[in-house]
């Protein structure tokens, strides 16, 4: 994985109280990262862009030991008017994908804790990522799991973020 910052930061994980953890999280991925690419692997070897050639997304870690990360699709249509359509909902929900909880870092992983999801299956589960930064380049690959987004295929994502200054 080339450099990787290797720590282990105790913050965040689930707790019953709601409540951010009360101690700062002190790491490498603090700030905000603007995403640049996201692509699928499935089992199979078929690798796709999920959310086009130039999906849009912001990722964030907080000194609180907070995160959220919010992933849209490249292209998505503008609704006709100001309440969209059932079909044109749909379509707005298959075409991102977004989650916030707290976060823990152990090594070249960081697990997100998630707390409140687009898609309520994973409210309430660990996300578990590895990661690599290479300057202000933030590298993050999924554990394979099934794909909420492709009837439950098992892949892996790849997602390239850049930190924004």
């Known amino acids: 994985m080339g450099a990787v910052a290797l720590l282990s930061v105790g ?3 689930p707790d019953n109280t709601g409540t951010a953890a009360a101690h700062a999280c002190s790491s490498p991925l603090l700030g905000t990262w603007k995403l640049q690419s996201y692509t699928t692997q499935y089992e199979d070897g078929q690798t796709v862009e999920s959310f086009g ?4 997304g912001y990722l964030s870690y907080g000194a609180d030991c907070r995160m959220y990360g919010i992933v849209v699709g490249e292209g ?4 006709a008017n100001v309440v969209p359509t059932d079909a044109e909902k749909a379509a707005l929900f298959a075409s991102m994908g977004a989650y916030a909880g707290t976060y823990s870092i152990e090594g070249d ?3 997100h804790h998630v707390d ?3 898609i309520e299956s994973w409210t309430g589960t660990a996300q578990v990522r590895q990661f690599k930064i290479e300057g202000n380049t933030l590298h993050i690959r999924s554990a394979p799991a099934a794909d909420p987004a492709a009837d439950g295929r098992v892949s892996s994502a790849t997602l390239l973020w850049s930190r924004v200054r």
């Not at 998505?76 to 609704?79: A, E, L, S, T, V």
């Open 109 to 111: 992983k960081v697990t």
């Open 53 to 56: 050639a130039h999906p849009s």
């Open 116 to 118: 409140v999801s687009w």
């Open 76 to 79: 998505r249509p503008r609704p």
């Open 11 to 13: 913050c965040g994980g």
